[in-house]
């Protein structure tokens, strides 16, 4: 199966591990048929674990190989790292200001329930644009045998955001049932969320592929768009536990995962 899909293009590839992430949105999603709520250490932990892939792939998968590639192409590395890990985190940065501007100016409580959990779809659905470009950016910088650029560390990375897609999924079907909504209508709209990651993968593979002299920049762009998720939602979700430290023993393991799969096996 591996050797199957090794041999795809790496756009392709890209597409199948998008595909994959959406998936698991939808499985979380599919929570909605069988509980009403989720236990919350079981998402907590899955969040902790998935905050630490992501740190991890966010400097052995993305930033080192866009330093190295930058001073391949005779780059200042350190402007086009920085700039684009700056960019990644500005974009959700400016996204969440935009979801809390309106969000504020809808918080009549005579606003409808569905209409909140609208917003929650845009919010949710606004941060995997940016995680569909990681993974097709990681697939597509296959293509120049780049350090630390491997197969092993991009399927890895899509793993790691395919799991934290599965409370995404659940945070909008959940509530959507319990306001009422058929279950059929609520795993709908609870998977919608996760529609756009195969889009943005393939568009973030082929501008790579296509634009070698904008893949540095791009690298950077995943990193810091992770970094702010991770940071801004995964982390603080994950220590609203009370098992705070077993969270971050989660992290760590998460981390330690993709460290080996970079370096040991890379």
């Not at 059929?184 to 919608?192: E, P, R, S, W, Y």
């Amino acid at each position: 199966m591996l050797f199957w899909f090794s041999n795809l293009s790496y756009v392709s590839q890209a597409l199948i591990a998008s595909l994959f992430t959406w998936s698991v949105t939808m499985l979380g999603a599919a929570i909605v048929f069988f509980f009403k709520e989720v236990k919350k250490g079981i998402m907590d932990a899955l969040l902790g674990f998935s905050a630490g892939v992501m740190i991890a792939a966010s400097f052995w998968s993305l930033l080192s190989p866009s330093i190295e590639l930058a001073n391949s192409l005779n780059m200042t590395a350190w402007i086009v790292a920085v700039s684009g890990f700056l960019a990644g985190g500005l974009l959700l940065f400016i996204g969440d200001k935009i979801f809390n501007y309106f969000s504020s100016k809808n918080n009549d409580t005579n606003i409808s329930k569905f209409k909140r959990c609208l917003m929650l779809i845009f919010s949710i659905t606004l941060h995997n644009i940016p995680e569909g470009l990681v993974v097709g950016v990681a697939f597509g910088s296959l293509a120049y045998g780049i350090e630390g650029a491997t197969l092993a560390s991009a399927l890895t990375l899509a793993i790691g955001i395919g799991i934290q897609n599965f409370p995404e999924g659940s945070a909008v079907s959940l509530p959507l049932r319990r306001d009422g909504m058929s279950r059929g209508k609520a795993f709908f709209i609870g998977q919608l969320s996760g529609m756009v990651e195969p889009i943005s993968a393939v568009i973030g593979a082929i501008l790579v592929l296509k634009i070698q002299t904008i893949l540095p920049f791009l690298l950077a762009f995943a990193a810091g768009a992770m970094v702010y998720v991770v940071v801004e939602e995964l982390i603080p979700e994950s220590q609203s536990n009370r098992k705070k430290d077993l969270m971050a023993f989660f992290t760590l393991i998460g981390f330690s995962v993709m460290m080996v799969l970079d370096v040991a096996l890379g």
